[in-house]
């Protein structure tokens, strides 16, 4: 079974800094997706970022990008010149190949952009 | 395009009560899943229906249960209520294509309490 793991529970950043979030994960596959959600605090889920794990370029949406280390089993996202509306909290996400859309999900990190 | 709907937003139920929750994808998506959200245990995948099927179901008990009908609106049930049943039930959507088939988009949720 895979799992995911965010060691950062609670996080912050001034706003116009740059932050990164860890994401680290254990799976026996070989090709896989990851992703990054945002749920702000009126709770929809919203996409952030995807990467495909046998890309090995690092996926990059405007201010979002991320550091995905496969060996390492890592998947950081940093967020350039963060905005308030970046506050919410984070979701690191794992869907195998052959697991249809299953989603397994970090324990989330809380991040909190201060003016 | 619209998003995904979820009825009702939020819903109080006693112990022992049944309740059936409903989603409606993006137009066009035919994969529909569900996940719980709780404090305690984070969000956790429950399954996923794609076109009418059960492709995909998560490690919880028999009282939850779920289907899909043609058009892709899918439903979610649980018998027999537990006051740990009260959570966030998100539903998610995609398009279930082989390309696109992990990228999901999700509804703002319902809202269960257990009395």
């Known amino acids: 079974a895979q799992t995911v793991t965010q060691s950062q529970p609670e996080m912050s950043v001034q706003e116009a800094e740059t932050v990164t979030l860890s994401c680290t994960y254990d799976t026996s596959e070989n090709n896989y997706y990851l992703f990054w959600y945002k749920q702000p605090p009126s709770r929809q889920m919203i996409l952030v970022i995807r990467?495909?794990?046998?890309?090995?370029q690092n996926a990059t949406e405007n201010r979002f990008s991320v550091n995905f280390q496969k060996a390492a089993k890592s998947f950081s996202l940093k967020i350039s010149d963060s905005q308030l509306g970046d506050t919410a909290m984070y979701f690191c996400?794992?869907?195998?190949?052959?697991?249809?859309?299953?989603?397994?999900f970090g324990g989330g990190t809380r991040l909190m952009v201060k003016p | 395009k619209a998003g995904v709907t979820q009825t009702p937003r939020y819903l109080i139920k006693t112990r022992g009560q049944q309740v059936t929750l409903s989603c409606s994808p993006i137009s066009g998506h035919r994969s529909v899943s569900w996940y719980q959200q709780t404090p305690g245990q984070g969000l956790q995948f429950l399954f996923e229906y794609f076109s009418e099927t059960q492709r995909n179901k998560g490690n919880f008990p028999g009282r939850f249960s779920g289907r899909q009908f043609s058009n892709s609106r899918s439903e979610m049930n649980v018998s027999t209520l537990e006051l740990g049943d009260s959570a966030l039930y998100l539903c998610?959507?995609?398009?279930?294509?082989?390309?696109?088939?992990?990228?999901?988009?999700f509804g703002p949720g319902t809202r269960l309490t257990v009395l």
């Open positions: 998610a959507s995609s398009l279930g294509t082989s390309r696109y088939r992990n990228e999901q988009f």
């Open positions: 996400a794992f869907s195998g190949d052959n697991a249809g859309n299953m989603l397994t």
């Open positions: 990467q495909e794990a046998y890309k090995q």
